[in-house]
Structure formats: structure tokens, C-alpha cells
């Protein structure tokens, strides 16, 4: 049966946004966070508590025993786990939780902003605390919707107010993410958008199928000056620096992570797709992830008033 448990936006959430280094000692020392945070019901299967760093960590847990890890700051998922306890995600050994630089690694955002552009590489959704703005268990599946608004902070980059929703549903074998932007302002505006996933792997042993055919924009040498092609592989292995676009791609591909398993990429209206290994970039770990991006690069114009939803789901065979 279906359990809703609808709260209001956490005013706090807000308040905590951007989260400079000021706001970020207040907000650890006196506890009023946590304190509110903890205060709310949740529905089943949820529970916040305090994560790396002293960050506020939603876990999402399946009564069929899959797991997932959400850090508010930066809406940033950064464990999926499945019944057998691995975790299918990576997050990178120099991230940091400082709720200043963005986590690297799991799944963070690229909003406004894919890059190379204007603002900070793959925009400030990444760097920012998302509050929580309602959870719910459907049929024992916990849900979790996560709220970014603008604020100073993303208004010095990006001039526009705007609202973004992240709904996250862990089922027994798939994590799903619903993410739909909305220009709450009077002005029109355009966006670029990604998930940038971080999957555990083995690089070596790592493929992925399903992208023949597609035109591609190749980020290597030149990020910002991508060179055009159409990919003619149906397993791209990934022997050395991948850095690749690839435009309007399938609603599904296809990852062997290497390690034992093939996960499932499913998208609706997330219409391109990016790899990304850093190679001899990040020599300590470069052979241990794999970055498989859905991703809008073309850029999605919005009126006042418009959203814009895309849907992503990894799944486990
Ligand atoms: O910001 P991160 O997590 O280090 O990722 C950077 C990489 O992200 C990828 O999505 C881009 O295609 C690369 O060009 C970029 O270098």
C-alpha cells in the first residue's frame, strides 16, 4: 500500500544555500539542522543522518535489502547498493565533503550547465545544498524528492530564478531519478544538463553497448572545440582517455562494469549520452570507475512558467 508523507519545503534547506564555509560551521555546531531535519517523519525506509563531513545524508533502504546514499549537498546520490551489499556507484578517493567543492563522484548534477561555458564546469547544482522537499513509499519503495531554488549564490552565475525537482526511487535491483527543471522566473531561459555517473568498475574489463550509430562529439584533444564522428563500435572498451558525446542517444544502453555485472541504462528524454575515463589524468584511480552520463546537450529553452522532466533508471540484470 502506498504511504505519502508530504512536508512542507525545509525553510532551512534555503537557508543553508550556498553553503559557504560561515554557514557551514553554524550549521554543525549548533545542531538546528539536523535538529529540524530529524524532526520531520519520513515516510518508510528513509532516514537522514549525518554524513562525511558532517553533511546531512538521506539513506534510502528497500525492504528487499538494496541501499542508496544521497548527500543534500549537491543532490549528489553517492551509494547504490543492491541486495548483495556492492556498491554499484564510485565516488572518487580525493572527493570531499567539505560542503564546499562538489562531492566527486556517485551521480552529481551538471545544471545549468554541462561545460565547457560560461559558469563553473557543469554549473553550481553540484555545489549547492538541495533541501528535501517530500518522501513517500510506494509498495516498499522508498522515495525521496529533493528541491534546488535559486538564490544569491547561483544568481551572481546564472541570473534567472528557477526551481529543480530530483525525485529518487530505489527498487529492489533499480535506482530510478526524475529530474524536472521549472523557470519559475518572468524571463525565459535555456539550460544544458547532465548525471554525471561515477560506476564502480573494473576499467579493463569494462564495455558498453548500444551507442553504434550515433553522431559523436569527441572532447579529446579539445574540449571546447569537440571533433565530429558517428561511432561505428558496438562495444566501445575504453583502453585509454574517453572523453565522448554522443548525441541523440537510445533510451537504454548497456554497461559491463567489469566487476561481475551489466547494469542497465535507461532514459526517457534525456537525449544524449556521455563516457568519460580519465586515464593516466588520475592515475590512483582512473582504472576503478567509469563515467556513463546521461545527458542534454543541446541546449532546452524554457518560458516562464515551463518544465522540463527526464527520467533515468540503472538497473541491475
Ligand atoms: O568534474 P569531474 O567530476 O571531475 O568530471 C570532469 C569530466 O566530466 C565529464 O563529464 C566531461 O565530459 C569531461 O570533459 C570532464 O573532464
Given at each position: 500500500?502506498?504511504?505519502?508523507?508530504?512536508?512542507?519545503?525545509?525553510?532551512?534547506?534555503?537557508?543553508?544555500t550556498p553553503w559557504?564555509?560561515?554557514?557551514?560551521?553554524?550549521?554543525?555546531?549548533?545542531?538546528?539542522?539536523?535538529?529540524?531535519?530529524?524532526?520531520?517523519?519520513?515516510?518508510?525506509?528513509?532516514?537522514?543522518?549525518?554524513?562525511?563531513?558532517?553533511?546531512?545524508?538521506?539513506?534510502?533502504?528497500?525492504?528487499?535489502?538494496?541501499?542508496?546514499?544521497?548527500y543534500l549537498f549537491g543532490g549528489c546520490?553517492?551509494?547504490?547498493?543492491?541486495?548483495?551489499?556492492?556498491?554499484?556507484?564510485?565516488?572518487?578517493?580525493?572527493?570531499?565533503?567539505?560542503?564546499?567543492?562538489p562531492i566527486?563522484?556517485?551521480i552529481p548534477h551538471c545544471f545549468p550547465q554541462f561545460g565547457?561555458?560560461?559558469i563553473q564546469q557543469h554549473g553550481f547544482a553540484r555545489n549547492m545544498s538541495w533541501?528535501?522537499?517530500?518522501?513517500?513509499?510506494?509498495?516498499?519503495?522508498?522515495?525521496?524528492?529533493l528541491e534546488l531554488r535559486d538564490d544569491?549564490y547561483s544568481?551572481?552565475m546564472w541570473?534567472f530564478?528557477f526551481q529543480t525537482l530530483y525525485?529518487?526511487?530505489?527498487?529492489?535491483?533499480?535506482?530510478?531519478?526524475?529530474l524536472?527543471v521549472?523557470?519559475?522566473?518572468?524571463?525565459?531561459?535555456?539550460f544544458t544538463t547532465a548525471l554525471h555517473?561515477?560506476?564502480?568498475?573494473?576499467?579493463?574489463?569494462?564495455?558498453?553497448?548500444?551507442?553504434?550509430?550515433?553522431?559523436?562529439?569527441?572532447?579529446?584533444?579539445?574540449?571546447?572545440?569537440?571533433?565530429?564522428?558517428?561511432?561505428?563500435?558496438?562495444?566501445?572498451?575504453?583502453?585509454?582517455?574517453?572523453?565522448?558525446?554522443?548525441?541523440?542517444?537510445?533510451?537504454?544502453?548497456?554497461?559491463?562494469?567489469?566487476?561481475?555485472?551489466?547494469?542497465?541504462?535507461?532514459?526517457?528524454?534525456?537525449?544524449?549520452?556521455?563516457?568519460?575515463?580519465?586515464?593516466?589524468?588520475?592515475?590512483?584511480?582512473?582504472?576503478?570507475?567509469?563515467?556513463?552520463?546521461?545527458?542534454?546537450?543541446?541546449?532546452?529553452?524554457?518560458?516562464?512558467?515551463?518544465?522540463?522532466?527526464?527520467?533515468?533508471?540503472?538497473?541491475?540484470?
Amino acid at each position: 500500500m502506498a504511504t505519502s508523507v508530504a512536508m512542507a519545503s525545509l525553510p532551512l534547506g534555503r537557508a543553508l544555500t550556498p553553503w559557504s564555509a560561515d554557514r557551514r560551521l553554524r550549521f554543525r555546531s549548533s545542531g538546528i539542522a539536523f535538529a529540524s531535519l530529524e524532526q520531520k517523519t519520513y515516510a518508510q525506509g528513509i532516514k537522514i543522518s549525518e554524513g562525511n563531513g558532517g553533511l546531512p545524508k538521506v539513506s534510502l533502504l528497500s525492504p528487499h535489502g538494496s541501499e542508496a546514499e544521497i548527500y543534500l549537498f549537491g543532490g549528489c546520490i553517492t551509494s547504490w547498493k543492491v541486495s548483495n551489499g556492492k556498491d554499484l556507484l564510485f565516488v572518487r578517493p580525493d572527493a570531499v565533503f567539505n560542503g564546499k567543492k562538489p562531492i566527486s563522484g556517485g551521480i552529481p548534477h551538471c545544471f545549468p550547465q554541462f561545460g565547457p561555458g560560461p559558469i563553473q564546469q557543469h554549473g553550481f547544482a553540484r555545489n549547492m545544498s538541495w533541501s528535501i522537499a517530500d518522501s513517500d513509499n510506494v509498495e516498499g519503495d522508498p522515495i525521496i524528492t529533493l528541491e534546488l531554488r535559486d538564490d544569491p549564490y547561483s544568481r551572481s552565475m546564472w541570473d534567472f530564478s528557477f526551481q529543480t525537482l530530483y525525485k529518487v526511487k530505489l527498487h529492489s535491483n533499480s535506482l530510478s531519478t526524475v529530474l524536472t527543471v521549472t523557470n519559475t522566473d518572468k524571463k525565459p531561459f535555456s539550460f544544458t544538463t547532465a548525471l554525471h555517473t561515477y560506476f564502480r568498475a573494473s576499467i579493463a574489463g569494462v564495455s558498453v553497448k548500444g551507442l553504434k550509430g550515433c553522431k559523436t562529439l569527441n572532447k579529446d584533444p579539445d574540449p571546447s572545440n569537440p571533433l565530429e564522428g558517428k561511432e561505428g563500435r558496438e562495444v566501445i572498451t575504453f583502453p585509454g582517455f574517453v572523453d565522448c558525446i554522443y548525441l541523440d542517444a537510445p533510451k537504454e544502453i548497456f554497461l559491463d562494469n567489469g566487476i561481475g555485472d551489466v547494469i542497465n541504462i535507461q532514459n526517457s528524454n534525456w537525449s544524449d549520452a556521455v563516457l568519460w575515463n580519465p586515464y593516466m589524468q588520475m592515475e590512483s584511480c582512473f582504472k576503478d570507475f567509469v563515467c556513463v552520463e546521461n545527458a542534454k546537450i543541446g541546449q532546452v529553452h524554457l518560458e516562464p512558467a515551463q518544465s522540463w522532466t527526464a527520467e533515468q533508471k540503472i538497473a541491475i540484470s
